[in-house]
């Protein structure tokens, strides 16, 4: 697996001007709106969706019947996917907090630690939401066909939430902002303590996320023809 | 026992593959056979890129299922229709090849390259058909593997790339513990190489030999159809119509010799008995 990962970390230093690209347009971007939370948001988004461009270059030219005959195995391609992800996501986070630190520092700016975290946080979520459809999807349909499906799930997954959240807030009455309010407001007084709460809630829905994609990717992976 | 396939079946509705396969220590053998024949289908059964729907397959003495990456070290393969990571260099992947392989031997692998002309700072898309063809067999020779799995390695190059590629597996096959299976459509490149051959026609092996056997014993009757009709046919495996009457294809060339003289008889190459077989008619 160790080979695996040195691979696609090799992939991503290949996409190094990507990543300052990114740097480049968050710095722009904080610089003329004098708020960073939008540079957050943009480099974790591009840091991590990287993991995924590793999936399509597997798959360039016959390359994973080549990583297949290496001494690994589909479950071990699909652990270190995941895992490969997961350290993308950890780095993107930190790499996006940092940055969004220094441009403060360097622009002037007066920078709202709490914000750029809960940003940095949330966008981890969304693109991990997003991976963890993603990831499945390319495995079973290739990069091509995997698009149409892509665009179809995510389609899916926001009449979920957004029937989901008017199934049970209009039919059965439920008051789903109450209920949060109830629960923020039981959150300890302290800002790093409400920090903390929040970014650990994000990171289990994260884990939980990317636990049930990898069980879908594991399936495709073990059935999967080349 | 490096490789061993009983009645590996695998059933595509308008292609079928029925194949027995065994690949001993010491021994090169060949996989021949037109395009379509199946050669690669078989190649992809035994690397588990396809699963069969029945049949056993055996390497290094354990069932497929049970190989362990630490078994698959011992494994060398080309895939004509597997590159390697095109997008990386050939310097990228000393790293990764030595974390996967604990015989992985930097050195030779780099001398190699050197002396095969493989540059190491170039992305591997950028290579020729040749070095990508080259690299391949590099990277399978890299780690002290026991068997290789060489599907078309010669697949696209020219007569001097052919020759420098089969010698690299001659030097390889100086150590008697290790064995090849390899398949080619340009069987006369592998005469000189491989010990026995499976030739494979429609999914089915239609003939397993030695090669000295085949080349010695085996030969192409060309018959009138007077001839045809005279002659005792029970050495003849399969006959091929033509304008002049037919080609017979003998498992006992030194047979007709001596009884029929009068008869056309020439020694052929492996080439010639794969179209006999494949477009004529079997016994």
Redesign the interface.
């Given at each position: 697996m160790?080979?695996l990962l040195?691979?696609d970390l090799?992939?991503i230093l290949?996409q190094k001007k990507l990543f300052l690209v990114a740097v480049l347009f968050g710095a722009f971007f904080a610089y003329t709106n004098k708020d960073v939370t939008f540079a957050a948001t943009y480099i974790v988004i591009l840091m991590s969706m990287l993991a995924l461009t590793t999936i399509s270059?597997d798959d360039?030219?016959?390359?994973?019947?080549?990583i297949?005959?290496?001494?690994?195995?589909r479950k071990?391609y699909v652990i270190e996917k995941y895992l490969f992800t997961a350290l993308n996501l950890l780095c993107s986070c930190v790499a996006s907090i940092v940055i969004c630190m220094l441009l403060g520092q360097l622009f002037g700016i007066d920078v709202n630690t709490s914000t750029v975290i809960a940003s940095t946080a949330g966008s981890t979520v969304g693109v991990g939401l997003m991976l963890a459809v993603n990831i499945p999807l390319e495995l079973k349909f290739g990069v091509e066909k995997s698009r149409t499906a892509i665009f179809l799930s995510v389609a899916a997954i926001a009449v979920i939430i957004v029937g989901g959240y008017k199934l049970l807030t209009e039919v059965f009455h439920i008051d789903l902002k109450g209920m949060a309010m109830d629960v923020l407001s039981k959150l300890p007084s302290s800002q790093v303590a409400q920090d903390a709460i929040i970014a650990g809630a994000f990171l289990l829905v994260l884990v939980i996320i990317l636990a049930i994609s990898y069980v879908f990717s594991y399936k495709i992976m073990m059935k999967k023809?080349? | 026992m490096l490789l061993k396939l009983e009645n590996v079946k695998k059933d595509y509705g308008t292609f079928k593959l029925d194949c027995s396969i065994e690949v001993k220590r010491g021994q090169v053998t060949g996989l021949v056979g037109s395009n379509g024949a199946g050669k690669s289908t078989t190649f992809k059964s035994i690397l588990g890129l396809i699963f069969p729907d029945s049949g056993d397959i055996e390497m290094f003495g354990k069932k497929l299922n049970d190989i362990t990456p630490e078994d698959k070290e011992k494994l060398g393969v080309v895939l004509t229709e597997a590159n390697t990571f095109d997008y990386l260099r050939a310097k990228d992947l000393v790293s990764i090849l030595k974390a996967m392989y604990k015989s992985f031997s930097e050195t030779d692998y780099i001398a190699k390259c050197h002396q095969y002309k493989i540059p190491l700072d170039k992305n591997i898309k950028d290579f020729s058909t040749g070095m990508k063809a080259k690299l391949k067999l590099i990277i399978a020779l890299s780690h002290d593997a026991e068997l290789l799995i060489l599907d078309e390695p010669t697949a696209g190059l020219d007569v001097i790339m052919r020759n420098e590629l089969l010698d690299m597996l001659r030097e390889y096959m100086e150590d008697d513990r290790r064995g090849i299976l390899i398949s080619s459509h340009i069987s006369t490149d592998l005469e000189g190489l491989c010990d026995d051959f499976y030739m494979i026609s429609n999914g089915e092996i239609i003939i397993h030999e030695e090669t000295d056997v085949l080349l010695s014993e085996y030969g192409i009757l060309k018959l009138t159809d007077d001839q045809y009709d005279t002659i005792d046919k029970q050495y003849i495996i399969a006959t091929k119509r033509e304008k002049f009457g037919y080609l017979c294809l003998t498992n006992q060339k030194d047979f007709y010799q001596e009884n029929y003289p009068q008869v056309a008889i020439e020694k052929g190459n492996i080439d010639d008995f794969i179209i006999i077989m494949v477009q004529g008619e079997r016994k």
């Open positions: 160790k080979g040195i691979k090799k992939i290949n270059y360039i030219n016959g390359g994973m019947l080549f297949l005959s290496l001494p690994t195995t071990l023809e080349y | -």
